[in-house]
């Protein structure tokens, strides 16, 4: 297997590590993007810290004496003192899933800006321009081609790259995890790429499947499997008795875009938060969202530090009463790990620890990729040349492995790539020009250098 093992890890280094880079280090700004928020927008997130806050009510009024012509959806009321309330309107002229975030003092009721806030995570335009930039280049939809063809190989050269460091012989078995010393060339480099993939792999597997979940084609797989094993992520249920739920969005309120607002009788935001603290949703940074027409209050937890608080209830706007509530702790056990999987991969889950990890772990695959491209050159040019880069592993190391391995071994090679599709596409892609160029290697009557 060692020589299958290590033509795969050079190809897929070789050819891949460009949109592993790529995926690197604009991961590496994301992770840092969170600190970097708190300072180019700490006027619009922080306040002096008061006394006493008004209700929410008055902020949400205030708010809306700010742009009267557009309509309420949520409240994100201030999470810890010295932080401001979170007021989200449905700008139409922000794109879908973009709302306009206005920001309110919680002492004062004063209005201190407003902002465009992305999605369910309300990344504010800095994060989530970086945001774009790691997902899919700011190209759209065929930019994420290419975060997904990173995803796909990065556990495949990962794991491979483990597989030949851990079977590597040494002297001493100190070396496995810690850079020689006194070594020099291509044996130094391999030293520290060894030692650096060893600490990092189990992060780079986690990191590949998670971002695989959010990709077009495999994430599709993904989600009907989850769907299968009774893994799908519950919601909580907005609609009234008697009303037909809300479509569209998550947990049934859709995203806020053209949501007509309730008429009837109205409790108002500071009773439903009432109402819902005394269910057991408390402690910790909430999400509230209004009740359309025939819809509840939506009161959630947001707190995403493990131990998480995901809690959330709905309550009917006529009279406080709750309608429908659902723990963190009734989620299926696959809709917790994947839950907890996203939140490590966008550096939440154990706040500024998490992003800390995730800005190292970056770094290290920085530093491997450019350790592999090292060690290409160091092994010397190729025959008839006076400098560049070593040739590749030779061809034909599939042909020694006996029949019992080799053909569970192509089954497992299909069945992946048939359910990841860019890892299948582009395996078969590598396999088909390596034939070609053997082929027209032998018709000129030499050996195939690979």
């Known amino acids: ?42 006027h619009e997130l922080t306040v002096p810290a008061g006394e006493r806050t008004v209700p929410l009510g008055e902020q949400v009024e205030a708010a809306r004496a700010a742009h009267p012509d557009i309509p309420v959806t949520a409240v994100w009321p201030s999470p810890e003192p010295g932080a401001t309330t979170r007021v989200l309107m449905a700008d139409p002229t922000l794109a879908e899933g973009v709302s306009l975030a206005v920001f309110v003092d919680p002492y004062t009721g004063e209005v201190r800006g407003d902002l465009p806030s992305y999605g369910s995570s309300g990344a504010l335009p800095l994060r989530t321009w970086l945001a774009r930039l790691h997902v899919d280049l700011h190209l759209g939809e065929p930019g994420r081609n290419y975060s997904e063809m990173a995803a796909s190989w990065m556990w495949v050269v990962a794991l491979g790259g483990l597989a030949l460091w851990i079977g590597r012989r040494r002297t001493a078995r100190r070396s496995l995890a810690v850079p020689e010393r006194g070594l020099t060339g291509r044996r130094r480099t391999l030293s520290w790429h060894g030692t650096v993939g060893l600490w990092t792999v189990a992060g780079l597997v986690v990191l590949s499947a998670t971002g695989l979940t ?27 008795d008697g009303a037909a739920p809300a479509g569209g969005g998550h947990e049934g309120h859709g995203d806020g875009h053209g949501a007509a607002a309730a008429t009837g009788p109205d409790i108002g935001i500071d009773r439903a938060v009432a109402a819902a603290e005394a269910a057991g949703v408390t402690g910790g940074p909430i999400a509230v969202t209004l009740p359309a027409e025939g819809q509840a209050y939506v009161v959630k937890q947001t707190d995403t530090a493990f131990p998480v608080h995901l809690d959330s209830v709905a309550v009917d706007p006529a009279d406080g009463r709750i309608t429908d509530e659902l723990r963190f702790g009734d989620y299926p056990l696959l809709a917790k790990l994947t839950r907890l999987g996203i939140d490590a991969h966008m550096g939440v889950l154990f706040g500024l620890p998490n992003q800390l990890a995730l800005a190292a772990l970056m770094t290290g695959l920085i530093l491997l990729i450019l350790w592999g491209y090292r060690m290409w050159w160091q092994r010397g040019p190729v025959k008839g040349r006076a400098s560049g880069p070593g040739r590749p592993v030779r061809r034909g190391a599939w042909r020694r492995l006996p029949a019992p391995l080799l053909l569970p071994l192509t089954a497992v090679a299909a069945l992946t790539g048939w359910f990841v599709p860019m890892l299948g596409l582009s395996l078969l892609a590598f396999l088909l020009v390596d034939i070609a160029v053997g082929a027209l290697a032998r018709r000129r009557g030499r050996p195939a250098a690979g």
């Not at 084609?217 to 769907?227: L, T």
């Open 1 to 42: 297997m060692r020589p299958l093992l290590l033509r795969l890890h050079f190809y897929a280094g070789v050819l891949i590590a460009p949109l592993l880079l790529v995926a690197a280090a604009s991961g590496l700004l994301y992770a840092l993007s969170y600190q970097a928020e708190k300072v180019v927008y700490r």
């Open 214 to 240: 959010w990709s077009r084609y495999a994430g599709e797989n993904i989600d009907a499997v989850r769907s299968q094993l009774g893994g799908a992520t519950p919601a909580v249920s907005a609609a009234l």
